[in-house]
């Protein structure tokens, strides 16, 4: 993986090539290429690291085409190296993009090798574009013969292919990782997100799994997995190109924090009647399948998992539901047993990621009869898979380490605690004092970046600080694990979270001046528990840093530095609580100078096991 874009114009289509890459960059960045034919003749350029390179390498030796493909990769098979950058081509006469992963490809690797092919790579995606040259050598057409490779093909893929034995048609393909084309005036793109096309079109085709394009630029036909010519309907989409700018801000991950407040708003937007949430906001037959169930199971990676872990908390807590969670690459493996009547919940940013839809296709088959996916993208394959949806609308997320998207998770979920509370024992009356807490919480976030100040005085304090150690109680444990995901994300500094009781039973030794402490202490019913733990670090010289209520009164401590944070219900403070960690870990990571948007081996949108 990471992104691939593609196109076929009537005009040179490298530009256009170029400034996509751009845009998916964000997804992945060890290497940068593309390819495209003139003349009768591939055209190659590859370049190590991003895509200024790449841009600088056409510069100095441009290359023009009317067709072409292009790619951004993060590593999987095979070190970040020249060699191993997409386009792979073969015989000089085939050259193709790819995003997943072949799981048999050493089988496929070691026939084609035997039967005198040569391997310039070490990446899994060169067995494609050879099996297609095997293939074409036999007399086979170029449309044909993707059809047959890609039976050969274990795993998951998204395919953008192109021919001098056709030079006017661009073969797309998709199994499992997303791929749109994108519909202009005379003239077709592709792309793994809608996002690198959009200066050229929003107007784009979805395509399903295992379907197979065909595109020229007066023609485009799809064949669906049964090999049949099928229509996918246009869709439009609302985002402009402006959209995925930074604007006034230095990096897009400040951005997207300071977006918060408008980003809730909108998740909150048109959900509610008369101060009642509306349980149609789910799906058509919402209601019936909240009638029907009698417990959650939640599924997810990364930072929605630490969302689903407060949604556990939540569930269990105010609306008395039976709720477990597990790391969706986890349950796929583990033969898992579901109670009869679960609820699948699976959440992710962007709706494709790999592990998350395998743990749902796998709840399928033990018999999950209802499932509900909390996500930000449209038509992404999760969205598809799932009886009910519910939209995030955070809008586009560029920066990897995820701030609105995590919120706005957070805010979603509480919208469906909500509504399969009323079946279980949340009261109207707590209903109502949530509903008022949520309506309320783009204020309080606001309020919340007015601290922005400080924290950035304070990361100074970090700037040379090799680990951190991250503590929370009850709801707030999972906002301590973000807060530590955040930090070593984009800083490099090592972080850990732990539950607040767990210090005395190991992670007190690591306590000394050079470790510091961060703390989230709300005003609830544990406050009195921590204050505890806070103690244990301070007596044995670790450096604190406590986030906490600013009604809270505590003594001062020459080792202990309080964050005053606007006073928040109790039951939405763990939404308001995550602002400041992310504030934190954005300035740490400024001072010390990393990529903050593009940190080093990551991606945004994880599309492979």
């Not at 402009?240 to 400040?254: C, I």
């Not at 909108?266 to 029907?292: P, W, Y």
């Not at 969302?307 to 477990?324: D, F, H, M, Q």
Request: charged fraction near 25%; include cysteine; aromatic fraction near 6%.
């Amino acid at each position: 993986m990471c992104g691939i874009v593609g196109g076929i114009a009537q005009r040179n289509v490298v530009p256009i090539l170029l400034e996509g890459l751009k845009r998916l960059e964000y997804r992945g960045y060890d290497s940068a290429g593309l390819a495209v034919i003139n003349n009768q003749v591939i055209y190659r350029k590859r370049e190590l690291g991003k895509v200024k390179g790449l841009e600088e390498l056409l510069h100095a030796d441009p290359i023009l085409g009317n067709i072409g493909i292009a790619h951004t990769r993060w590593a999987t098979h095979g070190k970040p190296s020249t060699e191993n950058a997409h386009p792979h081509v073969s015989s000089d006469k085939v050259a193709v993009v790819h995003n997943g992963i072949i799981e048999n490809h050493e089988l496929l690797r070691s026939s084609l090798i035997k039967n005198g092919y040569e391997f310039t790579s070490e990446t899994d995606t060169e067995v494609i574009v050879h099996q297609l040259d095997q293939l074409m050598e036999s007399s086979v057409g170029f449309l044909d013969a993707v059809k047959l490779a890609i039976k050969k093909l274990e795993g998951a893929y998204a395919l953008g292919i192109i021919s001098t034995a056709e030079p006017d048609t661009l073969v797309a393909c998709r199994k499992g990782s997303p791929l749109v084309i994108g519909v202009g005036i005379g003239e077709y793109f592709i792309a793994s997100d809608v996002a690198a096309l959009l200066p050229v079109t929003r107007r784009f085709i979805f395509l399903e799994d295992g379907d197979v394009a065909s595109i020229s630029i007066d023609k485009l036909i799809i064949y669906d997995v049964n090999d049949k010519v099928v229509s996918r309907p246009i869709k439009e989409s609302n985002l402009t190109a402006d959209s995925v700018d930074k604007g006034e801000y230095r990096h897009y991950m400040l951005k997207e924090i300071y977006e918060q407040p408008f980003a809730i708003s909108q998740a909150l937007e048109g959900r509610f009647i008369n101060n009642r949430l509306q349980e149609s906001t789910f799906g058509h037959n919402a209601t019936e399948v909240f009638d029907n169930i009698k417990s959650v199971q939640i599924l997810a990676c990364g930072t929605s998992y630490h969302a689903g872990l407060v949604a556990r908390y939540w569930l269990e807590k105010l609306a008395r539901v039976p709720c477990n969670i597990e790391v969706a690459s986890e349950f796929r493996y583990r033969s898992p047993v579901l109670a009869e009547d679960t609820l699948i919940v699976t959440i992710s940013q962007s709706g494709e990621t790999a592990d998350t839809l395998a743990a749902l296709q796998e709840a399928k088959k033990l018999g999950a009869k209802y499932s509900l996916v909390v996500c930000n993208v449209p038509e992404s394959s999760l969205v598809r898979e799932s009886d009910l949806v519910l939209m995030t609308r955070a809008g586009p997320e560029i920066g990897v380490a995820s701030t609105k998207a995590f919120t706005t998770q957070l805010t979603a979920l509480m919208l469906l605690v909500i509504a399969i509370g009323r079946r279980f024992e949340l009261t109207e009356q707590l209903e109502q004092k949530i509903t008022s807490a949520l309506f309320r919480l783009p204020g309080k976030i606001e309020a919340v970046l007015r601290l922005d100040d400080e924290i950035k005085l304070l990361a100074e304090q970090f700037a040379e600080k090799e680990h951190a150690l991250f503590l929370g109680r009850g709801s707030h444990y999972p906002i301590a694990m973000e807060g530590a995901l955040k930090l070593k994300e984009i800083s490099y500094i090592h972080a850990e979270a732990y539950p607040a009781g767990e210090l005395k039973h190991g992670p007190l030794a690591l306590i000394d001046a050079d470790m510091p402490v961060i703390t989230v202490a709300p005003n609830n019913s544990l406050l009195e528990k921590l204050k505890s733990n806070i103690q244990e670090v301070s007596a044995r010289g670790g450096q604190l840093f406590v986030f906490m209520d600013e009604t809270l009164v505590t003594s001062a401590d020459d080792n202990v530095q309080i964050i005053k944070v606007p006073q928040v219900e109790n039951e939405i403070s763990p939404i308001v609580y995550t602002v400041p960690l992310q504030l934190l870990s954005y300035h740490v990571a400024v001072l010390k100078g990393t990529d903050v948007d593009q940190p080093r081996n990551l991606a945004k949108s994880v599309t492979v096991e």
